[in-house]
C-alpha cells in the first residue's frame, strides 16, 4: 500500500475513533429529554458552542499539520 493511501486510512480510522469518543463524552454531560410519547430527544447544540468547537478542532489540525496562519 502506498504511503499517501496508508496516511488516508490511519486519518480516517482516527477521525472515528476521536468522533465516536466526542459524541459518547457529549451524551455523557447532556441531559436526554422525553416526549409524550416516550421518544428520545437530545437538546439543540448552541451554535455558539459548536462554532467553537469546530474552531477547536480546526486548530488541533492546524497544529498537527504545522501549518501557519500567515
Known amino acids: 500500500m502506498k504511503l ?3 496516511v488516508i486510512l490511519m486519518g480516517g480510522i482516527l477521525g472515528a475513533i476521536v468522533g465516536a469518543g466526542a459524541a459518547y463524552m457529549y451524551l455523557q454531560s447532556t441531559p436526554i429529554e422525553v416526549d409524550e410519547e416516550g421518544e428520545e430527544h437530545l437538546p439543540p447544540v448552541q451554535p455558539s458552542k459548536a462554532i467553537t468547537a469546530g474552531l477547536g478542532v480546526l ?3 492546524k497544529q498537527v499539520t504545522g501549518l501557519s496562519g500567515s
Open 4 to 6: 499517501r493511501a496508508r
Open 59 to 61: 486548530t488541533a489540525i
